[in-house]
């Protein structure tokens, strides 16, 4: 039944026509109002010439000549802080170095001006406290761009060949004509890791070529000191990418991708201050003796390899649950060995296949290829790698790209020399200007084990540095939590701080005090004796 006014009760009624009536006002007012609005939006609004700014009246005063350099200065910085925030350390470096380097570069009068002096004041500091952090964190300066290059080879499925495809593959590796010390089994495993090595992954596998050919010499050198296929050579490519610093999701680390147990029962050194996984000489070393040791044990280099990949206990069960000691009837069980291990010995296979003939497949290495050179001094006392790098006329990334295994700034505090690779050919001029350098210059830096019961102002007072230092050295917020045992970083000096000369030349008075005048200066709350000395332009002594 259709609802109308005669269905509804009184009370409705009424509202019913009341609401009728407001709906009927609004409609004849909107029309009344209509041609009005019309005519206002078609009508082009006029407009004054004084609404309009022009360029005299309101721009913005020219930026003064230090307040472009400024803005040029922080624009590196920023650059710089987005590399450090992503761990990217080695190109935040290089940024905050040319922003402090342009701070000294400028002229007089702008060095002169106080937003330019304000400014560096800033700048030093904050790129000196990221460049702290680096150092209390110790292992920052591996990237993260180095990590699991493993992984990004080994654990992705491949589609095996058609017998078509992998004739074409077979063909090619056979009219090579090139010698393996270890035998080359083309089966489809192999053939279709040759393909995907020489087609969509081949900007890999080129990158690690041209990486590892600076270190062909010295490895093959060693293998064959080692008494192991030179072969060996190429199992870097799907290990590491021939990365000093690569670690994986595993936590294995180097060139060679040891874990830190494997690594100490080899003999090499992993501890808060050094990480041999990463040096290259001593871990190709320890590779060769661990894998000779691995074939001595299996008698076929297939399952040694497996056991360098998987372990040797794990290696031992699947050929008990295999009931074979081939390799390859092993891999066809799925739940026995774990894809990555499946997949290492074929991969290998195809990597060694193509580094030893990469022009047949279109890889390019760089030439010519220097093999890595340098020359050894020993350091007999804890040495700032700064200082090291100023006495060998190089930079400090230079030492760290010579000696990958240091994790600290310094090298560590041994009782025995400690061996460190300089530049070649510095090694004459570094020996005499290290020996006439005092040993309390030799470090900027000192490293404190806090022992129970004691409290940062008594270690602040120990080193002659103040708390608030301390604390902002080791990213300390909340003095509660530093608990016996811990390692501090302690800021002793700023002689060979970069970052520290740098701020010296903004904070420091230029005022000149007559000599042998006795100056009375009231000690305040984080004073320490060299910033009192460096004030008025003395020593400590």
Known sequence: ????????????????????????????????????????????????????????????????????????????????KMYADIGYTDDARKKFDLAVSDLFNQPPDIRQDKGFESFSKTLIANIH?????????????????????????????????????????????????????????????????IKAFSTRLKPVIEASLNRGAKYEKLFKRIFREEKVPEDLFYLPIVESGYRTRALSHAKAKGIWQFMTGTARLEGLTVNWWVDERCDPEKATRAAARHLKRLHDYYGDWYLALAAYNAGQGKVDRSIRKARTRNFWKIARHRWIFRRETRNYVPGFLAAMVIGKNPEKYGIKIAEPVEPISYDTVTIDSCTDLRVIAKLSGTTVNRIQELNPELRRLTTPITKAPFAVHIPAGQKDNFVTRFAQLPKDKRVTLRYHRIRPGQTLSQIARKYQTSVSAIKRANNIRNVRKVRAGKTLVIPIGQGHDYYYRAAQDFTVRKARFPRGKRIVHRVHRGDTLFGIALRYRTDVA
């Open 129 to 193: 406290s990221i460049e702290m952090q680096w150092i209390q964190q110790g292992d920052s300066y591996t990237e993260s761009s180095q990590s699991e290059q493993a992984n990004a080879i080994l654990s992705e499925k491949f589609t095996f060949l058609s017998p078509k495809e992998a004739d074409t593959e077979r063909k090619l590796v056979e009219d090579s004509a090139i010698k393996y010390e270890i035998p080359v089994v083309l089966n489809n495993q192999v053939l279709s890791y």
């Open 1 to 80: 039944m259709m609802m109308t006014e005669k269905n509804f009760p009184a009370i409705l009624q009424i509202i019913f026509r009341k609401s009728m009536k407001r709906v009927f006002f609004l409609s004849i007012c909107t029309l009344l109002a209509l041609p009005f609005l019309l005519h206002v939006s078609c009508t082009p609004k006029k407009v004054s010439a004084t609404t309009i700014p022009t360029t005299t009246e309101e721009a913005s005063p020219e930026p003064s000549p230090a307040q472009l350099r400024i803005s040029e200065i922080s624009a590196i910085y920023k650059n710089g």
